[in-house]
């Protein structure tokens, strides 16, 4: 059996945040709970959302308590914050961490016995529906807005927990690529390698199947046709919106089957030196590949070295293994993502406790190639 979970609707295109104000006509909301962050207000991108609740009467509470790996405090002053607005429906314009805050306040809000936010990791039986929420991503990565996942950080463990939830989707999802454009040339790369590694973990994980399969290598040729361009360009509108839409339609496949251990070494990564997710998938992505070729996935690099614009005619499952190991390699460096993690400031001496909180987190049990502590110890040193 399979299942799929999707937005109930989402918009795609520039300047469709516009529909803000129809939809909350439509489903009779009355005042927002804006949640965005400083950065985004401070350079303006925030007041293309405002002006639409302006523009059509929509009072708002605006709440930027929010950090690039957001914490438990995150979430827990957003609760207080949104049952004091007076809100009934949340906005939240921002990356996937900003998204992630705001699944988290909606969840707790809703459903007060997981106030306690560490109750919330893995998978909580929770009983309600968040409290309905518009995403509109700034960062053509994470997906957040169509995922039923999100990352809060427990600073007091050094820990990233990850909450898998159908109830914390979000209502409705605005892609709106006109959001994306100030997108600095680095963050552009580093979540736009996000989104290939959430298409091909997905793309071999075991949960895969014939729709996610069709979501993933239609997103890996998307990424692979329009990534550097939009990293190269800023003003390249085109790419931007095609890597908008890409990393999307990765979301669709990888929230509903799954993702493996580059994911799983990622989020360490985050918790004790505050990487940039995107930036930590995108190193060790290749590395990972290496190992998962040793596996009953490997038939299917052929098809990732395909959608990556490979010429795969004649080629063994071996010659193809290599494939698509290359292209995502020089992908990769064309872009400028750093390929060794002491480039990112990770600790040596620090990669045994690494790999013990990789081998637990939640995304190893997706990795298609059997796992264990000193394998994960030993792809961090190879990556070192």
């Not at 614009?309 to 190991?325: L, N």
Request: hydrophobic fraction near 45%; charge should be negative; proline fraction near 4%.
């Amino acid at each position: 059996m399979y299942r799929i979970i999707l937005n109930e609707t989402s918009y795609f295109g520039a300047g469709c945040r516009s529909v803000i104000a129809e939809e909350a006509r439509r489903r009779g909301f009355k005042k927002a709970f804006f949640v965005t962050d400083k950065d985004l207000i401070k350079f303006g991108i925030a007041g293309q959302v405002t002006k639409v609740f302006e523009e059509n009467n929509i009072p708002y509470e605006l709440f930027s308590d929010v950090k690039a790996n957001p914490t438990i405090a995150n979430v827990t002053s957003g609760v207080t914050a949104y049952k004091a607005s007076g809100a009934d429906f949340i906005v939240v314009l921002g990356g996937g961490s900003t998204i992630d805050t705001a699944k988290g306040v909606g969840i707790v809000v809703n459903n007060p016995d997981f106030a306690d936010v560490r109750s919330l990791e893995g998978t909580a039986e929770t009983q309600h529906k968040a409290v309905p929420t518009f995403a509109l991503p700034t960062t053509a990565g994470t997906a957040a807005e169509v995922t039923i996942n999100y990352v809060i950080i427990d600073e007091e463990a050094k820990k990233k927990m990850v909450c898998i939830d159908p109830n914390d989707i979000p209502a409705v999802a605005i892609i709106d690529p006109e959001l994306m454009y100030s997108m600095p040339k680095g963050l552009t790369a580093a979540t736009g390698m996000d989104a290939l590694t959430h298409a091909i973990e997905s793309y071999i994980t075991p949960g895969a199947w014939a729709m996610s399969d069709m979501f993933e290598l239609k997103a890996i040729q998307m990424i692979a046709a329009n990534l550097k361009a939009a990293v190269d360009n800023r003003q390249d509108t085109a790419a931007r919106e095609a890597m908008a839409q890409a990393q999307y339609i990765a979301g669709m496949g990888f929230s509903n089957v799954g993702l493996g251990i580059v994911h799983s070494m990622a989020h360490p990564l985050g918790a004790f030196y505050d990487t940039p997710h995107g930036v930590a998938n995108a190193l060790l992505l290749s590395y990972v590949m290496e190992y998962n070729a040793d596996s009953h996935a490997a038939p299917k690099y052929k098809d990732i070295a395909k959608a990556m614009g490979v010429d795969i005619a004649g080629m063994s499952t071996e010659e193809g293994v290599q494939a698509a190991i290359e292209a995502v390699k020089a992908l990769s460096i064309s872009i400028g993502i750093p390929q060794k993690l002491h480039e990112i400031g990770v600790k040596e001496e620090d990669i045994p406790e690494l790999a013990i909180a990789a081998f637990n987190d939640v995304c190893t049990g997706g990795n298609p190639r059997s796992t264990s502590i000193s394998d994960i110890e030993a792809l961090y040193k190879k990556a070192y």
